[in-house]
């Protein structure tokens, strides 16, 4: 029976980072570099996998699943040395162990099931992984003899011009029979340039023991080698994992029509037949509909969840927030802690006032409602199903605008109901005098804070009667210039008529002439 345990190192102090934050906390696409580690350990099917912690492990720590054993490596005084730090956390000496370095986090799942798979089949005492790498500085190269033969590993700082000249990189996973591996780790002796342990040494020890056998897999593609040093790397690792995240929701039936300026994060759900426009930025547990349409330049951070067939336009900020289906919220607009119920119609500039400077309030918009461009929700507040609330209202904290109720005005004033029927008391504190009751149909002057069919519908009709005006007056005014029109036409035709014979009279008056000249 095969035993496979893992353990991911992630003492180091990560310097060339040159950051306050433990290099493995990182994050790419939503989630700390570690987490990448800890998904490889489980699709190995370690379910208690050690993590080694020593540069920030109290910020580290509180953040693993409880099924990890955490290890506490003193001082980092290397690779080797972190895996001998491990000893005690170990079950037994029995079996193999899957070592990880937790700033790989571009390495595929298949990439390292192929790697345990390989080790296994081929009985092999250590399996490594390497890539050929164009520019392979920076990383350990792995030595071989005439014969091919893996002789040992040799690090950047210790390695001579041949050996930098190698281009066949150690990636960093090694599968390893845990008593050779403990054995060997043990005589293995500080480097002498960086008086480090290296976990790469046991390689060259192992190749000279009789029998053991050192197999290498290689990479399924070059990005996967990339180790997270510096921001530059990180840069990179984080391009790569959104590209990959692109191409799963492109198969999946979504439109991304810009790949190069879409992030989304790790941990996203997108249904099919949704368009995601340029510049947009969905983040970490976002899961949006089918038939929705997002961005360009929209925001949907943590904690939201968008229904089917929305919309969700530019320069709009969603955090927290539930909407439903059939939903508008086309332009520059702040949703914060809101519930947004099917077929609300959130105009341009609308903002929720979610925060208070201490707490965040919640806000709820009902089935329906149309919320004028440039609206202020003071939250906590609620908005009935079907009501509307004029272009630029404020509505205050706490006064909830009742079902099919109008509000207009700073502070939001109520208008009245849209159906007609008894108006509830909307209690404002308005500058210019008490909250006024109001009972009764809408006053005349609500259209302008009609739902936006109806108010087009009665502008149409306006419109459609005063182009048959237009018409009728034009046709009036038309009869006298046509009248005018046939005298001109007539008089023409007599001109045209006569003509010969005023040119007839022109000749006799030219003739006159030139008699009267020659006399
Ligand atoms: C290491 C390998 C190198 C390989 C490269 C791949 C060694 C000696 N070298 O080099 O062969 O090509 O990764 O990216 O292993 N760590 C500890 N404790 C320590 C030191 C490091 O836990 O005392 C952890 C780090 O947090 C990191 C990992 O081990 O996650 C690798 O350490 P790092 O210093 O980055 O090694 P590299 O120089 O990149
Ligand atoms: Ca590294």
Redesign the pocket.
């Known amino acids: 029976m095969r035993t496979l345990q893992a353990m991911i190192?992630?003492?180091?102090a990560?310097t060339r980072m040159k950051s306050h934050l433990p290099?493995?906390l990182h994050t790419i696409c939503g989630r700390p570099m570690i987490a990448y580690a800890l998904d490889i350990a489980a699709s190995a099917g370690v379910k208690q996998p050690i993590v080694?912690l020593?540069?920030g492990a109290e910020l580290v720590k509180p953040l693993l699943p409880k099924e990890v054993k955490v290890v506490i490596?003193a001082?980092?005084?290397?690779?080797?040395?972190?895996v001998l730090s491990a000893k005690r956390a170990l079950t037994g000496t029995m079996g193999d162990v899957l070592i990880l370095?937790?700033?790989?986090p571009l390495l595929r799942r298949t990439t390292v099931q192929k790697l345990i798979e390989s080790h296994f089949k081929t009985g092999a005492t250590c399996t490594l992984l390497s890539a050929h790498l164009a520019d392979p500085s920076?990383?350990?190269r792995i030595a071989r003899n005439e014969t091919g033969q893996v002789v040992g590993?040799v690090?950047e700082a210790e390695a001579n011009a041949v050996q930098r000249a190698i281009r066949e990189?150690?990636?960093?996973p090694i599968v390893c029979k845990l008593q050779v591996l403990l054995d060997v780790l043990a005589v293995v002796q500080p480097s002498a340039t960086k008086k480090?342990r290296?976990?790469?040494n046991i390689i060259s020890h192992i190749a000279r023991q009789e029998g053991a056998k050192i197999t290498v897999t290689r990479v399924e593609e070059i990005s996967e080698?990339l180790?997270i040093?510096s921001r530059t790397e990180l840069a990179r690792a984080i391009g790569v994992i959104r590209q990959r995240i692109v191409e799963a929701h492109l198969h999946n039936g979504v439109t991304i029509e810009d790949p190069q300026t879409t992030c989304i994060d790790h941990g996203v759900s997108i249904g099919m037949d949704t368009i995601v426009h340029p510049c947009t930025v969905i983040e970490t547990g976002v899961s949006i509909g089918k038939r929705c349409s997002i961005g360009p330049f929209a925001r949907l951070r943590s904690g939201v969840s968008i229904a089917d067939e929305t919309r969700i336009g530019n320069f709009a900020e969603l955090v927290r927030t539930k909407v439903g289906t059939r939903v508008r919220i086309n332009h520059m607009s702040y949703l914060g802690d809101t519930m947004v119920e099917d077929d609300v119609n959130i105009g341009a500039g609308t903002i929720t006032a979610n925060y208070d400077g201490t707490n965040k309030h919640p806000t709820h918009i009902g089935k329906g409602a149309f919320i004028g461009a440039d609206t202020v929700l003071i939250a906590p507040v609620k908005v009935g199903p079907g009501a509307v609330t004029g272009a630029g209202s404020v509505v205050p904290k706490a006064h909830d605008v009742p079902a099919k109720g109008v509000v207009v005005g700073v502070p939001a004033r109520p208008l009245g109901t849209l159906a007609g029927g008894p108006a509830r008391r909307v209690v404002h504190s308005s500058a210019d005098g008490p909250a006024r009751p109001l009972n009764g149909k809408a006053s005349t002057a609500v259209p302008a804070a009609l739902p936006a069919r109806s108010r087009t519908r009665e502008h149409s009709a306006k419109r459609v009667a005063a182009s048959v005006r237009r018409k009728v007056v034009l046709k009036k005014r038309a009869k006298p210039v046509a009248k005018a029109a046939r005298r001109v036409r007539l008089r023409m035709k007599r001109v045209l008529r006569a003509k010969p014979a005023r040119r007839a009279a022109a000749r006799k008056r030219i003739t006159m002439k030139k008699r009267s000249h020659r006399r």
Do not use: M, P, R, S
């Open positions: 190192l992630a003492a180091g990560g290099k493995v080694i020593g540069h490596q001082k980092q005084l290397g690779t080797g040395d972190a370095y937790a700033d790989t920076g990383y350990g590993i690090e990189i150690n990636v960093g480090e290296y976990l790469t080698a180790g040093n």
